[in-house]
């Protein structure tokens, strides 16, 4: 079985994630009552788009670059693994599940298992970009720390209310 990715494979993986995440934000923000919950997902859309165009500009200058394996396709199939059991990997799962949570606080539990992801998916990744680009996916990666933080924050605002 051939598991080797090509860089545009991976990029395009997150982009697609991404997509999702945006979309899953968005659609929440658009259902919910609560003016706080509401503005913390529509924020985070407009987070979600800017790294899709980031990912979309590393996508433009693609350089070839094979990582360090052990074993050939060792990474690959890792990263590939990591973008499957993604909460956002698949065709339109973000709109999908933002139909299916009910409440503010499963959308914000949904949303931080989705930041936790994408942290370890982008931090995998990086071997996968040229070196030039590792500094892209390192901002990338904080900016989803901090969607962490902000999504905790909201989580415990959602639990004193209750």
């Not at 609560?34 to 979600?48: I, N, Q, R």
């Not at 074993?71 to 199939?77: I, R």
């Given at each position: 079985m051939n598991y080797l990715l090509k860089v545009s494979e991976v990029v395009e993986a997150a982009i697609s994630i991404e997509e999702n995440g945006r979309t899953f934000y968005r659609s929440f923000g658009d259902s919910t009552?609560?003016?706080?919950?509401?503005?913390?997902?529509?924020?985070?859309?407009?987070?979600?788009n800017r790294h899709i165009v980031a990912f979309k500009n590393i996508s433009r200058?693609?350089?070839k670059y094979?990582?360090?394996?052990?074993?050939?396709?060792?990474?690959?199939?890792y990263v590939s693994d990591l973008a499957d059991k993604n909460v956002f990997s698949g065709k339109n799962t973000g709109k999908d599940l933002a139909k299916k949570v009910s409440t503010p606080f499963e959308a914000t539990d949904l949303a931080l298992r989705f930041e936790k992801d994408s942290i370890l998916f982008f931090d995998e990744m990086r071997r996968f970009v040229s070196p030039k680009d590792h500094e892209i996916i390192d901002k990338l990666i904080?900016?989803?720390r901090q969607h962490i933080v902000k999504l905790k924050r909201l989580e415990k605002t959602l639990k004193d209310k209750e």
């Open positions: 009552k609560e003016e706080e919950v509401k503005e913390v997902f529509y924020f985070l859309a407009d987070e979600e200058d693609l350089e094979t990582p360090e394996e052990t074993y050939g396709g060792e990474h690959s199939k904080e900016e989803e």
